[in-house]
């Protein structure tokens, strides 16, 4: 059984900053790559960022490329989306995800392709 955990949303102005955190527990040894998505209201769910499992790669959505950082703390079992220069379309509630299985490929930002979720965290951003 794995758990993952959301923190850090919360109400800020744009251009503003905000640190979202997904705490792992459980199962961790059988998670390997971990995302960020998002889904704003009326809106399908939407990948923002992906990091390998050891750290060293990691890919982005264009709309946050340049903006967004996702980090993780393997010893910590933590995973970090620093969010800067936030706009208002960038209004959603994101979602931390995690893949069973070890490849980092092509499929990385398809959300069916991750099975863990958790359950969420609220950022607004306000114009």
């Known amino acids: 059984q794995v758990q993952l955990v959301e923190s850090g949303g919360g109400l800020v102005q744009a251009g503003g900053s905000l640190s979202l955190s997904c705490a792992v527990s459980?199962?961790?040894?059988?998670?390997?790559?971990m995302g960020w998505f998002r889904q704003a209201p009326g809106k399908g769910r939407q990948f923002v960022a992906a990091?390998?499992?050891?750290?060293?790669?990691?890919h982005y959505a264009d709309s946050v490329k340049g903006r967004f950082t996702i980090s993780r703390d393997n010893a910590k079992n933590t995973v970090h989306l620093q969010m800067n220069s936030l706009k208002p379309e960038d209004t959603a509630v994101y979602y931390c995800?995690?893949?069973?299985?070890?490849?980092?490929?092509?499929?990385?930002?398809?959300?069916?392709?991750?099975?863990?979720w958790g359950k969420g965290t609220l950022v607004t951003v306000s114009s």
């Open positions: 995800a995690g893949r069973k299985t070890p490849e980092w490929d092509a499929k990385i930002d398809l959300y069916y392709e991750y099975y863990y």
């Open positions: 459980g199962r961790t040894s059988g998670v390997y790559s």
């Open positions: 990091i390998s499992w050891s750290g060293t790669s990691s």
